[in-house]
């Protein structure tokens, strides 16, 4: 069964940087598309990045475009989120999700897999 475990959360302050890790197992990886999501309290999740099945074409939300990298790490099995330069608004619960398909530029789309969350705050 396909299962996926973010790690990397924690501290940091306004400008700084943080790398999450998505655990995949299960499937190939390069098989796999991969989005990260964030959900603030009291707020809806929304897309933040997504690495596309085969090519791994990247895709990044308006709000971190220049900021985040998305990235397969291949010899662990997983897909990264590089954050830097962050911002208060980045400060949420943070998911990955999997899907055998999506399209280039659209993460609206069902993700049958998903992560258990994983906490990053940020403060000054």
């Known amino acids: 069964q396909l299962e996926l475990v973010e790690s990397g959360g924690g501290l940091a302050q306004p400008g700084g940087s943080l790398r999450l890790s998505c655990a995949v197992s299960?499937?190939?990886?390069?098989?796999?598309?991969v989005g990260w999501f964030r959900q603030a309290l009291g707020k809806g999740r929304e897309g933040v990045s997504s690495i596309s099945q085969g090519d791994g074409f990247t895709y990044y939300e308006d709000s971190v475009r220049g900021r985040f990298i998305i990235a397969r790490d291949s010899a662990k099995n997983s897909v990264t989120l590089q954050m830097n330069n962050l911002k208060l608004e980045a400060a949420c619960v943070y998911y990955c999700?999997?899907?055998?398909?999506?399209?280039?530029?659209?993460?609206?789309?069902?993700?049958?897999?998903w992560g258990q969350g994983i906490q990053v705050t940020v403060v000054s």
């Open positions: 999700a999997g899907a055998e398909s999506i399209p280039k530029e659209n993460m609206d789309v069902p993700w049958p897999h």
């Open positions: 299960g499937v190939t990886l390069d098989d796999l598309a």
